[in-house]
C-alpha cells in the first residue's frame, strides 16, 4: 500500500523531468538500476546526502557509491591507475563500482565518502539512472532505497514499503534485471561481491591481474565502503540456510532440486537466482509464517555474491 505523501511515477519524460528538478532542488528521489533501487541525491550537496542518511536511517560512518554518467565523469571525481582503467573499460557501464583516490577539490561531499581519502564510483547501465544523471546535471549519491540493514529493493513497491512517505517520489520502471548489488572493488580486493564475478574481474585484467587469493573478498575491520557491514540486506524474521526441507513454521525459499514455497530457479540458475532473492526475501517476510528458510546455492560465479547476502541477512 502506497503511503499518503509517496509518489510513484511510471519511467518515462514527465518522471524524470520532475526526478531532475527534485535532485537539482536538494531533494532525495527513488530510482531503479540494473541492480537494485536506489535512494539518489547530488553527491555535492551534503545536506541533500543527509537526506538520504535520515531517511535510510543509515549510519554516518558508512560511505555511499557515486553514480556518474561516464568515464569521463569518474576521471573527474578519482584518479584511476592501470588495472582500475582496464575494470572500467570492461565492465562499465554495468554493476561494478571502484573505490579510488578521491581527486583533490572534487565535488564530492564529505558525507558521502565518511571523511576517507577514498570515493566509490559506479557508471550504471539502466535506462532511469542514465537518464536521471542527464536530467539532473549532478553526479548522485545512491545506496540501495531501503531502511538501513533491510532488505534491498528490487522493484518500487518495495521502495514505498520500506521508505514509505521518506521518499517523495519514486520512479518504477519494474523490477532489476541483476537484482544484487554491485560487485565492489577497491585495488585488488574485492570488498563485496556482486554480478561481476571474481573470474570475470581476474579475466578482465589478463597477466597483469592478481591471484586468486588476492580477488577473495576483504575481511576487514574498518568499512571504506558501502555494504561491508556484517549485518546487512536482512529480513525482519529469523532466516535459516541451507535447507534441505522447511519446519512446519518456515517458508522456504528453494532452488534447484528442492522446490520450497516458491523457488529461486528451478534450473538450478545462479543468475536467475540472484535476480529473484531480494524479491522472494520480500515475500516471506511479509508472508504468515514467522521463519524463513533457504535452500542451499552453489558458491560459484554469482552464487558467492548471492551467499554472501545470505550469510549477512541470517547474522
Known sequence: MTAPNASIFPYGPAAIAAAGAAIRAGG??????????????????????????????????????????????????????????????????????????????????SIVTAGLATVAIRVPAHRAMQ??????????????????????????????????????LVIDDGACAAGLESTIVFGRTILRPGPVTSAEILAALGSSGPTDVGLRPAVRREVIAPGQLATHYAPSKPLRLDAMTAAPDEWLIGFGA?????????????????????????RADAGSKPRIAVAPIPADGVGEAINDRLARAAT
Not at 78 to 84: R, S
Not at 262 to 282: I, K, M, Q, Y
Open 131 to 168: 537518464a536521471l544523471l542527464h536530467a539532473s546535471g549532478r553526479a548522485l549519491a545512491a545506496p540501495s532505497a531501503n531502511r538501513s540493514n533491510g532488505i534491498s529493493p528490487t522493484r518500487a513497491e518495495h521502495v514505498v514499503a520500506s521508505l514509505g512517505d521518506a521518499v517523495p
Open 28 to 109: 532525495i528521489v527513488a530510482v531503479p538500476t540494473e541492480t537494485v533501487y536506489g535512494l539518489a541525491a547530488d553527491a555535492a550537496d551534503s545536506a541533500a546526502v543527509a537526506r538520504i542518511y535520515a531517511a535510510k536511517g543509515r549510519p554516518a560512518f558508512n560511505p555511499l557509491i557515486v553514480h556518474v554518467p561516464d568515464m569521463a565523469a569518474a576521471e573527474a571525481l578519482a584518479v584511476f591507475g592501470d588495472d582500475d582503467r582496464a575494470l572500467a573499460t570492461a565492465f562499465w557501464p554495468g554493476p561494478l563500482t571502484l573505490v579510488l583516490p578521491l581527486r583533490p577539490g572534487a565535488p564530492v561531499a
Open 258 to 282: 528442492i522446490p520450497g514455497d516458491e523457488t529461486l530457479s528451478a534450473c538450478g540458475d545462479p543468475v536467475e537466482a540472484a535476480a529473484r532473492l531480494f524479491d522472494a526475501l520480500h
